[in-house]
């Protein structure tokens, strides 16, 4: 299947062997290989640079969830609208949250979710520093500090923004597509 980029799919099997291990665990956690690192790897050296700073700053801390992270993420694609970006990481919101109603409403509207004062204000600083980077001040990081995160959490909020902005963007340009199997992932009845 193509990824529908406007450049040329990588050849899996023209890739590194550490790419071509990469995209195994890629297929095997997730049952596909992601669009994004087919068409990334058209060029492998800095599709391997990306994946290596994505994979650092994504990884769940003790105050920073995956959860969070993956709120940062569709905050910032939502204001891109960045069709790849909202599609992939909110499956991944459905599955951090396992709350399926309330990880769409993020997707869609973060301010008709049911979040924390904490949750929003990360939300409304992601977005500002996405939609107006040039109007972020001091008091929309102590904004951060005052809901509750410490310095490298905010270090974190605004390095995931940054690289959500950059990922969207290559994304957005290149013309990729979702793969079908996000839409259906983490799917399924409700519990209360």
Not at 46 to 55: E, L, P, V
Not at 150 to 179: C, H, K, Q
Request: hydrophobic residues 40%; glycine residues 6%; proline residues 5%.
């Amino acid at each position: 299947m193509s990824t529908g980029s406007y450049f040329p799919d990588a050849e899996v099997e023209e890739l590194s062997p550490q790419l071509q291990k990469l995209f195994g665990k890629a297929a095997e956690q997730l049952g596909f290989v992601p669009n994004v690192f087919t068409a990334y790897a058209h060029r492998p050296e800095r599709f391997s640079a990306w994946f290596n700073h994505f994979r650092q700053v994504t990884e769940p801390s003790e105050t920073l969830s995956g959860a969070d992270r993956e709120m940062i993420a569709v905050v910032a694609s939502g204001v891109n609208r960045c069709t790849y970006c909202l599609v992939s990481h909110g499956q991944a919101l459905r599955h951090e949250m396992h709350d399926e109603a309330n990880a769409d409403r993020i997707v869609f509207n973060w301010r008709h979710a049911d979040l924390t004062d904490r949750q929003r204000a990360i939300c409304l600083f992601v977005e500002k520093l996405t939609a107006t980077p040039a109007t972020v001040e001091r008091d929309d990081v102590d904004a951060l500090a005052d809901a509750g995160l410490g310095p490298d959490d905010i270090w974190d909020v605004v390095e995931l923004t940054a690289m959500y902005n950059f990922t969207n963007r290559i994304s957005s340009a290149l013309g990729i597509e979702p793969n079908a199997e996000y839409h259906s992932l983490d799917r399924g009845p409700t519990t209360d």
